[in-house]
């Protein structure tokens, strides 16, 4: 998928999914990602379930360019903790073979980027939608984001990536502190798209966590931003 067509990340110029599928469950993911997953029934049964699961044949795909800033977005469709240790280095094999092209690898839990040695062409990145446990853990069962920080902040690797979507309320000075912390490249926030119900904050308060990272020196880059709403 060209980054003109994707709905993830602006910056990605491909989504290269060589292991496809989650176990965390999250609600917002299957209006999302799993719903786009079901268009491959006629191709991969496998996929439509979002089970998690290896393409081999993938590992050898084309891989474009990628100039400052942008990335291939590397298992986009699935979560790398559900790919087995062997495949993730299989994986790793190929990236690190292609070592001007810059790559993203994203998880919910954050400690299994530790399993196996990560190239320095890579972007790591981990969701923090808040710092509230409860919410979190809510809509899904993904390790809570405060286990998520602590695991991330324990993997050294000099580039980091936070995604604050969909944003639900936080505490500005708990999440905004954690981010600080981890020191990321950049942050990516934005609103839940496809209204799933999810308690947000108000606009004023992600206004604010902005601004914070931003006087950081941190780059903050906006996907959907608007007034907050409360869960029914």
Not at 36 to 49: G, P, S, T
Not at 61 to 74: V, Y
Not at 175 to 183: D, V
Not at 197 to 209: D, Q, S
Request: proline share 6%; hydrophobic share 35%; aromatic share 8%.
């Amino acid at each position: 998928m060209s980054k003109k067509s994707s709905n993830m990340y602006r910056r990605s110029v491909k989504q290269w999914n060589p292991f496809v599928g989650c176990r965390f469950d999250c609600s917002y993911c299957k209006t999302s990602f799993q719903a786009q997953a079901k268009r491959q029934k006629h191709n991969c049964i496998r996929c439509y379930n979002y089970e998690p699961h290896e393409h081999p044949s993938r590992l050898g795909a084309s891989l474009p360019r990628t100039e400052a800033g942008e990335f291939i977005f590397t298992i986009s469709s699935g979560d790398v903790a559900f790919c087995p240790t062997a495949f993730l280095k299989r994986i790793l094999e190929r990236i690190t073979s292609e070592p001007s092209k810059t790559f993203l690898l994203q998880s919910k839990n954050p400690k299994t980027f530790g399993r196996a040695a990560i190239p320095s062409n890579v972007i790591l990145g981990t969701t923090l939608e808040t710092n509230r446990d409860a919410l979190a853990q809510a809509i899904g069962k993904a390790p809570a984001p405060s286990k998520r920080f602590h695991d991330f902040m324990a993997i050294s690797h000099p580039t980091k990536m936070v995604t604050c979507e969909p944003i639900m309320d936080f505490d500005l000075d708990v999440l905004g502190g954690w981010i600080l912390q981890l020191k990321p490249v950049m942050v990516w926030v934005g609103y839940d798209s496809r209204k799933n119900g999810l308690v947000e904050p108000p606009l004023k308060k992600v206004r604010a966590l902005e601004a914070m990272l931003r006087d950081a020196g941190i780059e903050v880059i906006e996907k959907k931003i608007r007034e907050g709403r409360l869960a029914a």
